[in-house]
């Protein structure tokens, strides 16, 4: 009997070194094929890191790490092998990658436009579009930017646009008070901020037109993050047709906003007004694919972000009873100064947010909507002492420097007072980019969020139904259950 468990034991032990051998062969010969064709030079600087598998990559580990709730397992593995260099290489997304995590190696990378281009894995540019921000030239990009980038996110557009946010937010919360039945926080804000965006860009647009949208765009956003597989069942199948249907459903748009304007002489009320008109120096106007894809950019820079940092800042106010008195002090201060002859929130005042201010930027830290940017190497580049070889993307991970407790004291922590007299070094706050890349739908993402909180901290109280709900992060950080809550509406109040 002994003799026959030894047997048994010695095969099991030579299968399991048999297949960490194997493991450990596979994932060199994976690395040797993408770093064997480098120069002798390239090869020897590059930066230390794992390619991981063959034709997957790291990409396993990645989705792994963030669909079980622990996102920064993903980055540490690489700290821990390697050590805290701030840059790795990898193989994500279908492409041999260089990772970067530290403050001053991201800023380079993202201010860099001379040795570094705009570098989304093919299968994103193809969901957002081919002439959107992420899949044009630099001298395309900075042309369509200067041309959307005025009615979308300056002053006066804002200011204009202020009206119907307030409107909009005040009467959907108060309908959501009315609800008798649970709902889903984050779903709720969701259709909040993408009636607003829609609004914007479609104002003479509506009613279930609108609803299709939302229901394809949330399909197309999921298939953002997930692996490129173009197979019936995956996410990314699904995104493509989804993609397919809201461009079909702006096509048509756009076909009757030229018809009416050779029909009728009609005041430009909307975004797309201003796109069908809009002429760069040379009096070129923009084709409807870039109308298209630039909408298609914007829902996802103006909505989805602004949606779940909008979810986020409340949740965590009212997990933190102190940071959400300050709050709702400031905003019973604008209340309380405000003339009589005001109906409801000003643009001014939500100048005077200075708390509400830094709640915000906290709640961006914390959560890191966007977790990381791509860009690619135009030539090799010599950084840190070490090369990043042309052709090779780079991952910038914001949430590696918002969370590195080197910069951020206790950095998981929701702390608001954080900010007080604090600025933040260069390249360590950086949660919709930087350089001529910056997220274009920031200053927008800030407006909704201020006004939404406004009215929600004066005639509201968030009851959260199940507290300790798990978090997932793929695509966005959520709760698991959407945020599950009832809405009361405070009774010493009234909007």
């Known amino acids: 009997m002994e003799m026959e468990l030894g047997f048994w034991w010695w095969v099991f032990t030579a299968f399991l070194g048999g297949f960490i051998a194997a493991c450990v062969i596979l994932k060199r010969a994976n690395d040797w094929f993408y770093t064997s064709r480098l120069g002798p030079n390239q090869y020897t600087t590059l930066p230390p890191g794992d390619m991981g598998w063959p034709l997957v990559g790291n990409m396993w580990f990645f989705l792994f790490a963030f669909k079980f709730g622990h996102p920064d397992s993903f980055i540490s593995y690489f700290i821990n092998r390697f050590g805290r260099t701030g840059i790795y290489r990898a193989y994500m997304f279908g492409s041999p990658t260089i990772i970067v995590t530290a403050p001053e190696t991201c800023r380079r990378v993202l201010m860099d436009d001379v040795q570094f281009k705009q570098g989304w894995p093919k299968s994103t540019f193809e969901l957002l579009g081919r002439k959107s921000f992420l899949g044009i030239s630099e001298e395309e990009h900075k042309r369509l930017r200067r041309l959307t980038a005025a009615p979308i996110n300056g002053q006066k557009a804002l200011s204009m646009y202020h009206e119907y946010i307030k409107d909009v937010i005040a009467t959907s919360l108060d309908e959501l008070a009315k609800e008798e039945r649970p709902i889903e926080f984050l779903t709720e804000i969701r259709k909040i901020t993408f009636k607003i965006i829609m609004y914007i860009f479609v104002s003479r647009e509506s009613g279930p037109m609108v609803d299709v949208m939302e229901k394809e765009y949330a399909i197309l956003n999921h298939g953002l993050r997930a692996m490129a597989i173009n197979l019936p069942g995956f996410a990314y199948h699904k995104a493509l047709k989804a993609r397919r249907k809201l461009v079909d459903i ?3 748009v756009i076909d009757r906003r030229k018809a009416r304007e050779k029909s009728i002489s009609e005041e430009k009320t909307d975004m797309l007004d201003l796109l069908l008109e809009v002429e760069d120096e040379n009096g070129r106007n923009l084709d409807d694919e870039e109308i298209i894809d630039v909408i298609l950019m914007y829902l996802n820079a103006g909505h989805e972000s602004s949606a779940h940092a909008t979810m986020w800042a409340a949740f965590f106010l009212y997990k933190h009873p102190e940071y959400l008195q300050k709050a709702k002090a400031e905003q019973d201060e604008i209340l309380r100064r405000r003339p009589s002859t005001d109906k409801g929130l000003s643009f001014k005042e939500i100048k005077q947010m200075e708390y509400l201010s830094k709640v915000i930027d906290e709640t961006l830290r914390v959560v890191n909507v966007s977790l990381f940017t791509y860009r690619e190497a135009k030539t090799d580049v010599g950084i840190c002492g070490y090369t990043i070889p042309q052709g090779w993307k780079v991952l910038v991970w914001y949430r590696g420097i918002h969370l590195d407790p080197e910069i951020y004291e206790n950095p998981k922590e929701f702390n608001p007072s954080r900010w007080e007299g604090h600025i933040p070094l260069r390249g360590t706050f950086i949660p919709f980019g930087i ?61």
Request: charged share 15%.
């Open 435 to 495: 350089g001529s890349r910056l997220c274009p739908g920031s200053d927008l993402t800030k407006l909704e969020i201020s006004v939404f909180l406004h009215y929600f901290l004066l005639y509201y109280e968030l009851e959260l139904l199940n507290p300790g709900c798990a978090v997932g992060y793929l695509p966005h950080s959520r709760p698991k259950d959407n945020c599950l809550a009832r809405i009361n509406k405070l009774p010493s109040l009234s909007t």
């Open 250 to 252: 702006l096509q048509a």
